[in-house]
Nanobody, 128 residues
Framework: QVQLVESGGGSVQAGGSLRHSCAASRYTSMPDCMAWFRQTPGKEREGVAAIDSDDSTTYADSVKGRFIISKDSAKKTLYLQMNSLKPEDTGMYYC??????????????????????WGQGTQVTVSS
């Protein structure tokens, strides 16, 4: 059963913007840790951005200054604003969550093992 429902994504030209949403409305509370991952053909799933219970954020070097991760705890919704998109940003994007306060104890770029619940994924395609 899908517990995190993603929406957004789509196809844009290089330099354009997209906004992803991830609804955690099926849970009774906002997850302690949430993040966005992406996966491209021939590559493993990689961490893009993370936001923790104290609203601290972490970004992969490849998206710093272009992507913004945020959340609305009242709506139990996670967002990813993607600006200045590049063809290399193309891929399937997944939101992820965990309810363990210590899920981000290691810090750094979000790792797949830190998150127990996942969205269904949404496609982002950036053309030249």
């Amino acid at each position: 059963q899908v517990q995190l429902v993603e929406s957004g994504g789509g196809s844009v030209q290089a330099g354009g913007s997209l906004r992803h949403s991830c609804a955690a409305s099926r849970y009774t509370s906002m997850p302690d840790c949430m993040a966005w991952f992406r996966q491209t053909p021939g590559k493993e799933r990689e961490g893009v951005a993370a936001i923790d219970s104290d609203d601290s954020t972490t970004y992969a070097d490849s998206v710093k200054g272009r992507f913004i991760i945020s959340k609305d705890s009242a709506k139990k919704t996670l967002y990813l604003q993607m600006n200045s998109l590049k063809p290399e940003d193309t891929g399937m994007y997944y939101c992820a969550a965990n309810f363990w306060p210590g899920c981000r104890r290691a810090g750094g770029i979000p790792r797949e093992s830190e998150y127990w619940y996942w969205g269904q994924g949404t496609q982002v395609t950036v053309s030249s």
